[in-house]
């Protein structure tokens, strides 16, 4: 089981990025996807969800209106579009799937919760950093 997230980088405030999680080994077609982030010194928290057959998706409040989520099962990938870009956008992004999306949304909306810690599989992250 593979989760590997790329397009991270350094971008100044107010720019885009689109974040990708390219899934293998498992039936992506299946689970749930979320995005987390960790900033410096700070707990991991929930960025996004969204739904097997993309019919659902959740964001938290920080990041509604300025990302989305998607995804495509033919190519076992999930995106974030991310734009206008703060500083406090700065951190490792991951992506993590599970069987159910109301676990990975659950998590998302409640890093602290158990669900977080249950979730079937974690990406490795990649950086995203945003200078003011």
């Known amino acids: 089981v593979q989760l590997v997230e790329s397009g991270g980088g350094l971008v100044q405030a107010g720019g885009s990025l689109r974040l990708s999680c390219a899934a293998s080994?498992?039936?992506?077609?299946?689970?749930?996807i979320g995005w987390f982030r960790q900033g410096p010194g700070k707990e991991r928290e929930g960025v996004a969800c969204i739904s097997s057959n993309s019919e659902y998706t959740r964001y938290v409040d920080s990041v509604e209106g300025r990302f989305t989520i998607s995804r495509d099962n033919t190519k076992k990938t999930v995106y974030l579009q991310m734009n206008s870009l703060k500083p406090e956008d700065t951190a490792i992004y991951y992506c993590?799937?599970?069987?159910?999306?109301?676990?990975?949304?659950?998590?998302?909306?409640?890093?602290?919760?158990?669900?977080?810690?249950?979730?079937?599989?974690w990406g490795q992250g990649t950086q995203v950093t945003v200078s003011s």
């Open positions: 080994g498992f039936s992506f077609h299946n689970y749930g």
């Open positions: 993590a799937a599970d069987a159910s999306v109301g676990k990975i949304c659950t998590a998302t909306t409640q890093p602290k919760g158990v669900a977080l810690r249950t979730v079937d599989f």
